[in-house]
């Protein structure tokens, strides 16, 4: 459950840091493009705004005295000349030219006006004599008529990207280093976030985790809190329900047998006091037997019904001390039963019951085994205590089936033996509701070993 868990966890937090990584980028291109066109449309403003000062300026001069004027055009940053025809400058073939700077002098200058704008891959500078280093700037060369219908041709220079987004752009420089660094402290505080968030979304799923684990060992445990979002409190209420379902049926299923198994003491002592006037002693004998029999599964009724009720105070218990007593009572009863080992570990328990579970787990040896070697030890964190007899064994195939109620093994467990099949059912329902297990296995040497495995109390709880 727990790496179940952790891997809704780590999928709600990399989900979570992987769309909120992808919306920023997707966020930061849209953000860039957006602003390389508006610097775009900046520019071809520009331009349009230095081609209309141009235009107006040359269609008041004469015809003769334009080609002077615009000899002096390169001082100004531009080349600018007269040209015979259209076609002939740009080629009979050549599609009209459409985009936004041609849609701008349109605008600006009038519809009757023939327009058309070229861009040329290569720069060259406005002077042979300009020594300066190769430009970034690109050309526009934009053929125009003049009112009179006369054609000039204007070549200006387009400004490059501006230096900030060169030097951001370039790999290695100032910009770039601090760029990455706001890039990754931008993940870090995302990263934070979705942890934060995956957190928040697992906490209750993980609650309800540990109400179930706590289930199935205390079901009177204390119901959820039904508080948060709706599906929150409807989940916790639904498991409340289901508790208050279970506990209910289980107090039911307890209390009919303990009250079966009660009110049969009766009706067979009376049976008992009507045998003593039975006449044929061998007659007698039998139907005594049989009673005797029918007392033992009374019996241990009630002891299963008491087995499933977890209404005993649970408390610390010195498990060498409760060891040692149980095989002390158990020699005064002339039962062949030995103890070694210490663990000097408290066990979280309830006192009756576990000594019942030990006390059944010492009589099966004794009375299928002959005798019980008992051995205390601390084992991988766990108190494990064994139990091992001299009997015939189980088989392999049975081992578990032992533990359902009333299993007997006809070889071994036979009514004339007085089991009646519930002592290790009584044990196993013991052990599992302290948090522990309890496994049978068969010896090599012969014989069988109970091992019944207990958690030990943690310091923080000792104190």
């Known amino acids: 459950m727990k790496n179940f868990l952790s891997s809704i966890g780590n999928r709600i937090f990399f989900l979570l840091l992987g769309g909120i990584v992808v919306a920023v980028f997707a966020t930061n291109w849209l953000a860039g493009n957006e602003r390389r066109n508006t610097l775009r449309e900046l520019r071809f403003q520009h331009l349009a705004d230095r ?33 015979a025809d259209m076609n002939d400058a740009i080629g ?11 849609e701008m002098l349109q605008a600006r200058l009038g519809e009757d006006r023939k327009i058309a704008v070229q861009r040329e891959s290569e720069c060259p500078p ?42 951001r752009a370039g790999p290695g420089g100032p910009a770039s280093l601090f760029g990455l660094q706001y890039i990754l402290l931008f993940l870090v505080l995302i990263a934070m976030l979705a942890w934060l968030v995956a957190r928040m979304a697992t906490r209750p799923i993980r609650q309800l985790a540990q109400a179930a684990s706590r289930l199935g060992s205390d079901i009177d445990h204390a119901p959820l809190a039904e508080t948060g979002p709706t599906e929150i409190r409807q989940a916790a209420h639904a498991f409340n329900a289901m508790q208050a379902r279970i506990r209910r049926q289980i107090q039911h299923r307890t209390h ?39 007392h033992g599964m009374v019996r241990e009724g009630l002891d299963l019904a008491r087995s499933m009720d977890s209404s005993e105070k649970i ?8 060891l040692d007593s149980v095989c002390a009572d158990a020699a005064d009863a002339g039962q062949d039963v030995a103890l070694q080992g210490s663990t000097r570990a408290f066990v979280m328990a309830q006192p009756g019951a576990l000594r019942r579970c030990l006390t059944n787990l010492i009589d099966n040896a004794c009375k299928y085994g002959k005798s019980a070697r008992l ?31 009333f299993y007997r093994l006809e070889a071994s467990r036979s009514r004339d033996t007085g089991g009646t099949g519930l002592g290790l ?15 049978l296995r068969n010896l090599a040497e012969g014989g069988l070993e109970v091992l019944l495995e207990l958690p030990p109390m943690t310091p923080a709880k000792n104190r």
């Open 51 to 83: 081609v209309e000062q141009i235009v107006q300026a040359v269609d008041n001069i004469p015809p003769a005295q334009r080609p002077i004027v615009l000899q002096a055009a390169s001082n100004f940053g531009f080349e600018a000349r007269m040209v």
């Open 92 to 102: 009979p073939d050549a599609s009209p030219s459409t985009g936004p700077l041609t």
């Open 126 to 167: 406005l002077r042979t004599d300009d020594a300066r280093a190769p430009r970034r700037d690109t050309c526009r060369v934009i053929y125009i008529s003049l009112h009179d219908q006369a054609l000039m041709r204007l070549r200006l220079h387009q400004p490059g990207e501006p230096p900030a987004l060169r030097a």
């Open 256 to 294: 009919m047998l303990a009250a079966i198994t009660h009110d049969l003491q009766t009706p067979l002592t009376r049976m008992r006091l009507r045998l003593e006037k039975v006449s044929d002693p061998g007659l007698q004998q039998k139907l005594i037997d049989d009673l005797g029999v029918m």
């Open 315 to 322: 408390q610390a218990l010195d498990i060498d001390s409760l």
């Open 375 to 405: 051995s205390i030890a601390l084992e991988q964190q766990k108190i494990a205590i064994r139990i091992r007899d001299q009997g015939p064994g189980i088989p392999e195939s049975e081992l578990e089936a032992v533990f359902e109620p």
């Open 425 to 439: 059912t009584i044990a196993l329902n013991i052990a599992e509701n302290h948090h522990g297990q309890l496994r």
